[in-house]
Nanobody
Framework: QAQLVESGGGLVQTGGSRRLSCAASGRTFGSYAMAWFRQAPGKERRFVAAIRWSGRVTYYADSVKGRFTISGDNAKNTVYLQMNSLKPEDSAVYYC??????????????????WGQGTQVTVSS
């Protein structure tokens, strides 16, 4: 069974930066895409960013465009999320996700097959 493990969460001040990492462990697999979602208290888990390994095409939620950058290493099943110009509304538990097969959408939780346990990011005002 493959597992995704996130790291890099913590407390950061408004305007600061943070880099999240996610690595697959256990049984290795070839993912088609990987993504980051986030969930604030009392809210649904929402799409943040995704990367499709073929062509290294990236997708972003409007709320993070220009501030967050997703990158990674397909061979290592590792994905990163560089977060800049952080705002208090970015505070949430950030989850890594992996998709095994082909698809045309990347924004829904149901598009992904494996999930990490999450890492908390808190942005202080």
């Amino acid at each position: 069974q493959a597992q995704l493990v996130e790291s890099g969460g913590g407390l950061v001040q408004t305007g600061g930066s943070r880099r999240l990492s996610c690595a697959a462990s256990g049984r290795t697999f070839g993912s088609y895409a990987m993504a980051w979602f986030r969930q604030a208290p009392g809210k649904e888990r929402r799409f943040v960013a995704a990367i499709r390994w073929s062509g290294r095409v990236t997708y972003y939620a409007d709320s993070v465009k220009g501030r967050f950058t997703i990158s990674g290493d397909n061979a290592k099943n590792t994905v990163y999320l560089q977060m800049n110009s952080l705002k208090p509304e970015d505070s949430a538990v950030y989850y890594c996700a992996a998709r095994l097969g082909y698809g045309v959408t990347y924004y829904s939780k149901s598009d992904y097959d494996y999930w990490g346990q999450g890492t908390q990011v808190t942005v202080s005002s």
